[in-house]
């Protein structure tokens, strides 16, 4: 980025980004990976949130209402046309078929008519880089701990689209084992947020939960087991009529979570030699979880890096910015018309 002569930021590449893997419709702009002009989120959750989960047909369907208004209103932010931004970026992957559709087919749309590339871009891939927003000064190589509400990775972060998975979870993704275990305690969806807020007044060691093994794989996740214990303590306190403490349970299994996450992350940061620790997804704005990083890397052998809060979750400019650094790697990264979404894909391409 430069300046020019009447003082105006230069740019070489500016994106139109759009988002809708889940319960989210989201557009931005953002320039050369690292600059947001503009970032809108629609969240869908207060219709969701009677079902206890995101009903995948009136996620579809809500996209589908949002859309257009959030894409007018990322531009009006911006303060910019259509014409004004290089190419269009779309999460293509993973997600609901039914809401990643919508985005790309409108992603379609708008680069066919304003006659613009087209990238479409990995939503996991989107959480790691939305640190390149938050931190202008990072690049890889680093290790990267993903964790959002549908997967739990350990990745490998080589180069901006080179990445290798070194662990994973067995079952549920972290996001997922404190969704459900809140849903158990009767907290509303998504209950990683309202647990990680019980759980600032609880005492973390009021419960103590199964510690996983997970054969073969040091670095995998398995979080069906605490998922497990936590229900049945929950219904024994419950038949003998016992009340549940609620901060106490919440603290325990934030704590529980937390400690499998970072005994493996760190394990395995130990073991690649890598010295920069990023954080990314939903989970990533857990309170204990960046509290727990913070303090082993205070010791300065590990910098540690994690999204702003308003970044963690799902949004567009991360798919923006991880958007650019795909452009660069050429037209093998850029789609046309055909492109079609996908309910999985790996990380790794
Ligand atoms: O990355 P994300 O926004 O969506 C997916 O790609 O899945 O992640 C959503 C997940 C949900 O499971 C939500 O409960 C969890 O992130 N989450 C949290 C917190 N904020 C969001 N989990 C623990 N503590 C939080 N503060
Ligand atoms: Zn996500």
């Known amino acids: 980025m430069m300046m020019n002569n009447d003082g105006k930021e230069n740019y070489l590449m500016t994106i139109f980004a759009i988002e809708s893997s889940c319960d989210d419709t989201a557009a931005a702009v953002v320039s050369d990976g690292r600059r947001v002009h503009s970032s809108v989120v629609a969240s869908q959750v207060f219709r969701h949130v009677e079902f206890g989960g995101v009903v995948p047909e009136i996620a579809g369907r809500m996209h589908c209402e949002a859309i257009s208004g959030v894409v007018s209103e990322a531009l009006a ?18 997600g609901l078929i039914g809401s990643l559709l919508v985005g790309v087919n409108f992603a379609k749309g708008l680069a066919m008519t304003a006659g613009k590339p087209l990238i479409p871009v990995h939503h996991l891939r989107g959480h790691i880089a939305a ?88 670095y995998d996740f398995s979080f069906s087991g605490l998922k497990t214990a936590v229900i049945n303590t929950i219904h024994n306190m419950q038949q003998k009529g016992i009340e549940v403490p609620r901060e106490d349970m919440a603290a325990s299994v934030r704590q529980s979570v937390v400690n499998i996450l970072t005994d493996g992350f760190l394990l395995a940061a130990r073991d690649t030699g890598h010295t920069k620790l990023v954080l990314a997804g939903g989970v990533s704005a857990n ?12 010791g300065g052998k590990y910098r540690l890096y994690y999204p702003e809060l308003p970044l963690c979750g799902d949004n567009a400019a991360m798919i923006g910015a991880q958007g650019y650094y795909e452009f660069l790697q050429g037209k093998s990264n850029t789609a046309d018309m055909s492109l079609n979404a996908r309910a999985e894909r790996s990380i790794e391409l």
């Not at 046309?81 to 992957?93: E, L, S």
């Not at 807020?197 to 199964?210: C, I, S, V």
């Not at 309170?287 to 205070?298: G, P, Q, T």
């Open 77 to 94: 932010q911006a303060g910019m046309k259509m014409q004004d931004v290089d190419a269009i970026a779309v999460t293509a992957y993973p």
């Open 131 to 218: 640190n390149y927003l938050s931190h202008p000064e990072l690049e890889p190589p680093f290790l990267c701990l993903v964790v959002s509400g549908g997967h739990s990775h350990i990745v490998e972060v080589k180069d901006y689209t080179d990445m290798r998975i070194i662990g994973r979870t067995r079952d549920d993704a972290a996001g997922e084992a404190f969704d459900k275990t809140a849903r158990t305690m009767g907290l509303p969806y998504p209950g990683g947020v309202h647990m990680d807020k019980l759980a600032e007044n609880g005492d973390p060691n009021a419960f103590t939960f199964p510690v996983p093994k997970v054969s073969g794989s040091p």
């Open 287 to 298: 309170s204990l979880l960046r509290r727990r990083m913070n303090e082993i890397c205070a």
